[in-house]
């Protein structure tokens, strides 16, 4: 049964995908002596790509989003603070 492929939220550049696809095929090798070819890790990092990046993606936003209020939150407390009676 096949599968529609999803695409990837996130894309490398071309020299970033190269650099990517040298350190899995590096930590596979070292980690694990697996020695797998250009094209089987090329699926493993469209895998990490299409289906673990988002959660990153995501948790990235959240953290921003936070970070934000927080900083809109002390920037309204200081112009209170300016505001003239």
Do not use: C
């Amino acid at each position: 049964m096949s599968r529609a492929k999803k695409e990837p939220i996130l894309a490398l550049d071309a020299a970033q995908e190269q650099e990517a696809l040298l350190v899995l095929k590096r930590f596979l090798s070292d980690r694990f002596e697996l020695e797998l070819g250009s094209f089987e890790v090329q699926e493993v990092l469209d895998l990490f790509a299409r289906d673990i990046a988002p959660y990153y993606y995501n948790k990235a936003i959240l953290d921003v989003q936070t970070h934000l209020k927080d900083r809109f939150e002390s920037i309204e407390s200081d112009l209170w603070a300016l505001e003239k009676s």
